[in-house]
């Protein structure tokens, strides 16, 4: 068995996994529950966020066959949104009348 390495990754440093991240996205995503079927040109767009971000972080661990990762986590004023993305605001920033799902990005 191989040794396993472990890098946490932030801000521009993500830039050389991002093709090997959009592609473990697809992977993941692929299968139940999610049934995602995206493509590797968004993947990495959307992932790019993460890249323009100077607090976002990436887990990476790999060993001489297999990379993993864990999922990307940035500030939630950097966070990456898409056209679905719901318009709730973080629990910490949002009124007591608002009536917004309490979730994290």
Known sequence: MSDITIK???GRAIEPYLSDLARLRIEV???FPYLYDGTQEYEEKY???????????VVLAYDA???????????????PRSSSSP???????????????????
């Open 65 to 79: 066959t297999r990379r993993w990762a864990l999922p990307p986590a940035c500030p939630w004023r950097t966070r």
């Open 29 to 31: 995503f692929r299968d």
């Open 87 to 105: 318009s709730w605001t973080p629990a910490t920033t949002r009124s007591a009348s608002s009536t917004a799902p309490n979730r994290c990005c």
């Open 8 to 10: 946490c990754l932030s």
């Open 47 to 57: 992932l790019r966020t993460y890249v323009n971000s100077p607090d976002s972080v």
